[in-house]
């Protein structure tokens, strides 16, 4: 774990051009290189993709539960919101990246969120009177909606752990610095050196407790809840005399 999660620090680090709290653009020969990094608001909507695409493929998990479990039919509305949410996400998000599509496939995607509308509305119960399906596709438009913006939301944490990192190895280096401006030249490298080995190492351990927890309370809120996950089973006993 610690060398998964140092790899992964040093990668989206210098990816995001920040090393033990120093900002690699600020250095006259790295300054060329502002372009490619990527800023924060860009690490930001990062994890909110990463969210979108964690959360649709566990709905995508619990609507094939159903299929599993119930049959093909009690699924389709299940499988409906997922292509709705995908379609809708395409026609809105796309083009706010630059991503213009064509009037074809803008078609195709209206197309899809009428049809897979049809099924979550009329057929999200069936065998039911069509009324009592649209009422329940009605409460269930509110509950996918709102949870689905709420757990999305949920992963700026991913984004909120990288710049607290960042941001608390610039304050140790700025300590380290402020406090020891007054010393004298010779003596100051150890009061210097031992203020930014305490800060950097209290800094990476909050970190990996950080990365650590947060994306396991992810995992076990907002994916378990969206995958519509069920405890209980029987007891792994795989060597057995028969």
Known sequence: MLQCFGIATLVVGIL?????????????????????????????????????????????????????????????????????ILAFACILVLPMANIHLSQTVRYILYGVVGLSALVAFLYNTPGKNVFLNFGSGLWATYNTV????????????????????????????AIAIDMTASMNPFIRWLPMLLILLVGHALNIALSMISSFVHPLRLVYVEYYKN?????????YKPFKKI
Request: net charge positive.
């Open 146 to 173: 709102s949870g689905l913006v709420g757990d999305v939301l949920s992963y700026i944490r991913l984004y909120a752990i990288g710049l607290t990192g960042g941001l608390l190895g610039g304050v140790f280096n």
């Open 227 to 235: 995958s519509d996950f069920e405890g209980g089973g029987s007891d």
């Open 16 to 84: 995001t051009g920040s090393f033990f709290g120093v900002s690699l653009v600020d250095i006259p020969c790295f300054s060329s290189l502002k372009k490619y990094l990527i800023s924060s608001d860009s690490l930001m909507l990062i994890s909110i993709v990463i969210g979108f695409f964690h959360v649709i493929f566990a709905k995508f998990v619990a609507a094939y539960k159903i299929k599993v479990q119930r049959g093909l039919k009690y699924s389709l509305s299940a499988f409906a919101w997922i292509f709705l």
